[in-house]
């Protein structure tokens, strides 16, 4: 290999990684910064929770957009624009006096990153082909999930001792340096096959239903699940839902490509991953409030004690790209699975400090794992020239549904309180979310087996013959791999 070829691989890896590290960092230091912001700014925590759900609702919308804006006009552009509106938007939360201009430049983050993160996956995948782009792809979620492990334990610190806005001067020469090693070093892939012009109508009723579905779930608990502006939200969601469907059947050069889920893989993996991240999202929910609320802990010790799982949530991308190896994409979700739901089902059981943290690290690897490689996978089974589009697809999911069970998981708790303890409440909570990731993995593996009684994938074995190359792949749904 020519050592600029080497050199332009090496600096897309860190322009990508660094600026993934600084997205997951954000999410959750913020979580832990709330009640700082709510006493600052003179402002209810319902109202500085709009910090959290005006930037879930923007990345969630432009997931998909932002993957296949990069596969159609060139990634290494729409990369470069992520990453500056990301910088701009951390400078902007920095210095906001009020709450309105930081729930703005949230919104701006938000669209940043939710062109970041795809267009980061699809432009690592390009960069390295072969066998070495599940390793790349690991080793930079792996670097990526640091910031999940450093985000508590920031967000802690910084809201208890110099403020809450050193969370985003931190991010801002972070995100401005994965900006001049982009510019300097990632090369520029897209479709060949796509006319440069995007599906506009796609564009706006995607991005309609996935912001009235985001919103109806974030504010559902304050507004009242049965209240009008939830109902009609929920409403529109289905209505730009259908909307979107019917214009993707009928365009040209659609947003998606529907074709994309006949691919069975795809479609086990992302549902494997979107459980996995459910579960992430709602263990680190309930573990923060029982953390705090149960065991009394400052935020900051709170952070402390998430180190550990977060640790092995880290090494989860590195992890998942060595199993990637030896066994198939399916397989590998599954064993996240088991791994997953074993551990949400004990961290419901165990109380005493000695093992509640190897517990819930345990927990950590699992649902890491279930979350990570499920970007990784996806990129296995589709063809490069969509791996945008693919990456968006799987992180859309990944995140709406996550957002879903979060809400769902606050009414639930609001729901089972006045009743019970709410230490029954988050045990029986972890209790029924791990039964539903293990019954998952079950489901995975049957359906697997199915497909490979009637020759439709390959065996579990990566040494089992398969039949030979025209068999494996179409021009639809890319290489069967899973």
């Known amino acids: 290999m020519r050592a600029e070829s080497s050199s332009a691989q090496k600096g897309a890896f860190i322009a990508c990684a660094v600026a993934l590290f600084c997205i997951q960092l954000d999410f959750f230091a ?30 969630g919308c432009f997931f998909i957009v932002g993957g296949r804006v990069g596969d159609v006009f060139g990634r ?34 938000g669209i940043g990153a939710g062109f970041v993160f795809p267009v980061s996956v699809a432009v690592i995948s390009n960069a390295f082909p072969g066998e070495n782009q599940g390793r790349a792809l690991g080793a930079a979620f792996g670097i990526a999930n640091i910031g999940t492990a450093l985000g508590p334990f920031v967000g802690g610190g910084f809201t208890e001792g110099p403020g809450w806005r050193w969370i985003f001067w931190l991010l801002a020469p972070l995100s401005t340096l994965a900006l001049i090693v982009a510019l300097r070093s990632v090369p520029d892939s897209r479709d060949p096959s796509a006319p440069r012009q995007l599906d506009l109508t796609g564009c706006f009723t995607i991005v309609c239903a996935l912001a009235a579905v985001t919103l109806a779930v974030e504010r559902g608990s304050a507004w009242g699940w049965d209240s009008v502006r939830t109902l009609a939200l929920f409403g ?26 006949r691919n069975t ?39 402390i004690v998430f180190l550990a799982p977060a640790l092995l949530v880290a090494c989860a991308g590195p992890l998942g790209a060595r199993l990637g190896t030896h066994m198939r ?16 089902i004990a961290l419901s059981q165990v109380t005493a400090w000695w093992l509640y943290i190897p ?21 296995q089974v589709v063809p490069p020239a969509r791996a945008g589009e693919a990456s968006g697809v799987v992180l859309t999911f990944l995140v709406t549904l996550g957002a879903i069970a979060l809400a769902g998981t606050a009414a639930t708790i609001t729901a089972m309180t006045p009743e019970s303890p709410a230490e029954d409440a988050y045990d029986t909570i972890l209790r029924f979310g791990g039964a539903v990731i293990l019954l998952t993995s079950v489901v995975v593996l049957v359906v697997r087996h199915r497909l490979v009684v ?8 990566m040494h089992a013959p398969w039949p030979p190359p025209e068999t494996e792949t179409d021009e639809s749904t890319g290489p069967r791999r899973g």
């Not at 832990?32 to 759900?53: C, H, K, R, Y």
């Not at 994409?329 to 949400?344: C, D, F, N, Y």
């Not at 009637?454 to 074995?461: A, E, I, N, Q, T």
């Open 30 to 59: 913020l979580n832990l910064a709330i009640p700082g912001i709510s006493a600052e700014l003179d402002v209810t925590p319902s109202a500085a929770q709009w910090t959290l759900s005006a930037y879930m609702l923007a990345i």
């Open 76 to 109: 290494r552009g729409t990369l470069l624009a992520g990453i500056a509106l990301f910088a701009a938007g951390s400078v902007a939360c920095a210095l906001a006096p009020g709450l309105p201009l930081l729930v703005a430049a949230r919104i701006v983050q």
């Open 236 to 261: 529109a969601a289905v209505v730009a839902g259908g909307l979107f469907l019917l214009r993707e059947r009928r365009a040209r050069h659609p947003l998606v490509d529907l074709r994309l889920f």
């Open 265 to 303: 893989s795809f479609d086990l993996v992302t549902g494997m991953g979107s459980v996995a991240n459910m579960g992430y999202g709602v263990t680190v929910f309930v573990a923060t409030l029982y953390l705090q609320g149960v065991r009394g802990l400052s935020p900051l010790m709170a952070g």
């Open 329 to 344: 994409p399916t397989a590998v979700m599954a064993l996240a699975g088991l791994i997953a739901g074993t551990g949400m």
């Open 359 to 379: 517990v819930f690290a345990w927990c950590g690897l699992g649902l890491g794992l279930g979350w990570t490689f499920a970007s990784v996978a996806t990129q």
């Open 454 to 461: 009637h020759g439709k994938v390959p065996p579990l074995s």
